[in-house]
């Protein structure tokens, strides 16, 4: 019977000879890499040459019935493939304007083979072609361009899988499968969650893959009636996650050896029986991508006659519409996030036993299980920066799953036994009603501490010291802290927070002597955090030190745990200006955190926050943005209670940006957390207060004033009623009011505030601590510019005395107390002074200590105004024409502006005038 199939053919003209059958592309007879589109594009345009093929025609053939959103792609394509083609070949494709294109001839071709129509003439009972024992017996998928049939042996009734190809498209699949195929066994070894390859046919068409037998997919296999329903349906929800885990470990696999697969959904999962379960494997990776082409090299794997862009997959954009990561359909390049995306969608399906349910809007309403919600929504989230980062990841959190359950519900008998103690407090007879807020820190504090024991796979006998652990902090809340307070106990009716927590805190060592150093030290750290909450960085670093030191005493002692309490104690240090012990406690912290890349993302973050408190020098601010970035990166995706710094990081990078002049973006950064914070906490909480405090200070720096004052007396107001008007938020709140209040020239409410903060940080950190001298340089600045330079003056140079004796003379606050401190003794006419404090004054060091657009034209004009003062006329004209060069626009009643600087400029004028005359001019009146 006469074939009457459409023949296949190898085209050469020119130097070129494209193979209709392999589709493959060679010029001066050397293999070419270029992409699937242009080749198909190239097989249209020798199939009729000389003839203009419609623009229409192309799109339709070759794009099909899909809406081609990318701009210019046809032209794209076509210069892809004139650039494979080279200039002999190149230039016979000719573009018709408004029409579309043609192949200038002439053309030979010669018959390789045949088309297959009617999905390949293939029938049941027919035997394989080329293996002739096999019989095929169902078709298992069909399509346009392949058809897959389960075969049986004549014989002996063994089964296997053949994929065959109806075009070289398709054939390119089977080649990629095949070849990635190799690479997953050289470098992992046979795994039975990876279906098998046995042989191949890649020659002679009809071209195949001859597949061991993997079992029904996944698709077939939950439809099966069980019941009154499915199989999927009646399969316990246990059993479903353990199929989806399988499946995560199969492409975690994959991943690890750079194999992406780009089309997983539940018809390429296999489900086979064994033993009383389900073995799962993964199949078809014809749409795959090798991520590192260097593999098959290194493996010594061919690349089966393909090009390498082919090959490895770089052309590939297919995948199921239903499973495709939403970046994939905006034109981004595969990932193995876009691979993770997928794999959430099955979760999210196989979880609610429905394989055709979308992923829709309002899905979590499925969902009863709050852990399985949650990994769902971290797999799919639509932006890959925020999803899981990894298949491995995934597996995990469903392989610890009933752990993690187990860790919620100690969680929450944890908070019943908290609201218990505070429960048993309020009906003690000390009654004081600072016992919530002591109970509340302390409680928040022990929950800092074991947060690292719900969060890390543990021991039995670390599991049991968390739990003696939070029976000695009862002991602690119902004896030491009500104690303290209950007269009828040999308490105190008027003792305060603090004083309560540290007779607490005194007695911890001597009560539990015989308890295990961990669990001392386990206690000493919930009162250093616990001290933290309520802003006493001085006592927070005392117990962060015992901590540390009952902790060097266990023998068993947990590291992680031992890493948190050197992290928070570097922060305290930090804060009462220790910053070289800080520094020498993040080197420790480092060198026991191992290798960098098996260090957890929660510790990375911390580290690279406290890192960014340690910065100095001209790129202080430049250097902690990107540091902060970057801690933000790997926390954003976690919840709070993954991640208790979370809120901590993201508002420090707002505070960053802010103070490097990136002003919009900080306020975006604030405005962002804002938002998530009145969503999860409630606009009332004080993180969402101090978020406020954030905002009004980006909103100042941006001259939006009485914005910046409104958000920030709502901030301060609400930390205060929440904290108390001592704590370290409500002072910064106020402190940030205050700057907004003296560049509204409110000098007596800047005062008045500034005054408040000055003795809270006093109280809170030392007299000597940066943030409390930072004020009081503030204070001095408000004197200065009310007219009042004597006090200004007064102020300043104890700052400075303060600064100079526990810092290197070139701190940035010590040049900006220096020139604060001439500018206040110029006001009192007093230059001989001042001029020595304004000579050797660095722009930049003054930029560190406060951000000004225009410092060395305000040093000049400071000098200028020293000059003059001491009759150096000439002097003092050129160093003011210097400063009215570079001075930034000011309002009328700044303390510097363009208007004084040019009424100084003509006095020097007419001095340096008077000069040249002969005559000395009188001195500027003060």
């Not at 105190?492 to 007779?503: C, E, G, N």
């Not at 590291?559 to 050197?566: G, N």
């Not at 209040?741 to 409410?749: E, T, V």
Request: with cysteine; charged share 25%.
């Amino acid at each position: 019977m006469d074939d009457h199939r459409p023949a296949l053919y190898r085209y050469r003209y020119a130097n070129a000879e494209f193979d209709e059958l392999r589709f493959e592309l060679r010029v001066d007879g050397v293999a070419v890499d270029v992409q699937q589109k242009p080749l198909q594009l190239l097989a249209l345009l020798l199939a009729t040459p000389d003839e203009v093929i419609p623009r229409e025609r192309l799109y339709r053939e070759v794009w099909g019935e899909r809406a081609v959103t990318v701009e210019n792609v046809l032209a794209n394509a076509i210069s892809k493939l004139r650039g494979a083609l080279g200039d002999e070949a190149g230039r016979r494709i000719v573009t018709v304007p408004r029409q579309g294109y043609r192949l200038e001839g002439p053309v030979e071709r010669i018959a390789v083979g045949r088309r297959y129509a009617s999905a390949l003439d293939l029938a049941a009972g027919m035997p394989v072609p080329g293996r002739e024992h096999y019989v095929l017996a169902t078709p298992l998928g069909t399509s346009h361009t392949s058809e897959t049939w389960l075969a049986r042996h004549a014989k002996t009734g063994d089964v296997r899988v053949y994929k065959f190809a109806l075009n070289g498209e398709r054939l390119a699949e089977l080649k990629r499968e095949l070849m990635l195929f190799r690479v997953l066994q050289a470098s992992l070894g046979p795994r039975e969650d990876i279906a098998r390859i046995l042989d191949s046919n890649l020659e002679h068409p009809p071209c195949f893959l001859e597949c061991a037998y993997g079992g029904d997919s996944l698709s077939a296999w939950a439809v099966v009636p069980a019941g009154d329903g499915t199989r999927l349906a009646a399969t316990p929800i246990e059993a479903r996650v353990a199929l989806m885990l399988q499946l995560a470990d199969a492409v975690a696999a994959a991943h690890s050896v750079a194999v992406l697969h780009k089309d997983l959904k539940p018809a390429n999962v296999l489900v086979a029986p064994r033993g009383d379960g389900w073995q799962v494997r993964l199949t078809d990776f014809g749409s795959g991508r090798l991520l590192e082409p260097g593999r098959l090299e290194a493996l010594q794997i061919t690349r089966l006659g393909l090009s390498l862009a082919t090959a490895v997959g770089a052309d590939s954009s297919s995948g199921t519409p239903f499973y495709l990561a939403p970046e994939l359909i905006a034109g981004a390049a595969p990932s193995t996030q876009s691979d993770v995306y997928a794999l959430g969608v099955i979760l999210y399906q196989l979880v609610v036993g429905d394989l055709g349910r979308l992923l829709a809007p309002g899905w979590e309403r499925d969902i009863a299980d709050p852990l399985l919600r949650d990994d769902i929504a971290r797999a799919t989230d639509t932006d890959p920066a925020h999803r899981l980062a990894s298949a491995a990841q995934l597996a995990e959190r469903l392989r610890t799953l009933d752990r993690r359950r187990s860790a919620e519900q100690q969680h929450a008998a944890d908070a019943a036994r908290a609201a218990q103690a505070e429960l048993a407090m309020t009906r003690s007879r000390a009654r004081a009603p600072w016992i919530a807020a002591a109970a509340c820190a302390l409680v928040a504090g022990l929950a800092l501490s074991l947060w690292l024991y719900a969060s890390e796979r543990r021991s039995a006998h670390a599991l049991a010291q968390q739990l003696t652990l939070v029976e000695a902090l009862n002991q602690v809340l119902q004896d030491d802290l009500i104690g303290a307070a209950n007269p009828a106990a040999a308490g105190r009716a008027d003792i305060t927070v603090a004083d309560a927590l540290a007779h607490a805190a005194a007695g911890i060592d001597a009560r539990f002597a015989g308890a295990a150093p961990a669990v001392r030290g386990g206690l000493h750290q919930a009162m250093q955090n616990a001290y933290s909450e309520l802003s006493r960085a001085q006592d927070s670093a005392v117990e962060g030190q015992r901590a540390l030191d009952a902790y060097a005493a266990a023998p068993d002692a947990d590291l992680a745990q031992v890493q948190q309490v050197r992290l928070r104690l570097a922060l305290d240090l930090v804060q009462l200006s220790r910053s070289t012990e800080a520094q020498r406690l993040v080197e420790q912290i480092d060198r026991d955190a191992g290798p960098a890349a098996s260090r957890s993302p929660s510790l990375r973050a911390r580290l690279l926050f406290v890192r960014s408190w340690l910065l100095d020098g001209k790129d202080a601010l430049k250097q902690g943005v990107a540091m902060l970035r970057e801690a933000w990166s790997l926390v954003e995706p976690l919840s709070e209670a993954d991640e208790p710094w979370r809120d901590k990081i993201a508002y420090a990078l707002g505070d960053n940006l802010v103070m490097a002049g990136e002003w919009q973006a900080g306020e975006a950064q604030f405005r962002a957390l804002l938002a998530s914070q009145t969503a999860m906490r409630g606009a009332n909480h004080a993180r969402t207060y101090y978020t406020m405090v954030g905002l009004g200070r980006a909103l100042g720096l941006q001259q939006r004033r009485a914005d910046a004052i409104a958000m920030l007396q709502q901030g301060a107001s609400g930390l205060a009623a929440r904290l108390g008007p001592g704590h370290r938020m409500t002072l910064t709140a106020t402190d940030l009011l205050a700057a907004v209040h003296l560049d509204d020239q409110a000098y007596d409410r800047a005062w008045d505030e500034w005054s408040t903060v000055r003795r809270g940080y006093a109280a809170l950190l030392g007299e000597n601590a940066a943030a409390t001298l930072g004020v009081q340089t503030n204070l001095g600045i408000v004197r200065l510019y009310a007219g009042r330079p004597a006090e200004a003056a007064a102020i300043l140079r104890d700052v400075r005395q303060r600064v100079a004796a526990g810092d290197p003379v070139d701190d940035p606050r010590l040049q900006e107390v220096r020139y604060l401190l001439a500018s206040s003794l110029l006001d009192l006419g007093r230059a001989a002074e001042a001029a020595p404090l304004l000579d050797g004054l660095d722009a930049e060091s003054l930029d560190v200590a406060e951000q000004q657009p225009d410092w060395p034209a305000l040093i000049d004009y400071q000098r200028g105004r020293a000059a003059l003062a001491q009759g150096r006329a000439a002097d003092a004209r050129l160093l003011l024409q210097h400063a009215l060069d570079g001075l930034a626009p000011r309002d009328d009643g700044a303390y510097v502006t363009r208007s004084k600087a040019e009424a100084l400029l003509a006095e020097a004028s007419r001095g340096d005038a008077s000069t040249r005359r002969g005559t000395l001019p009188q001195q500027p009146p003060r």
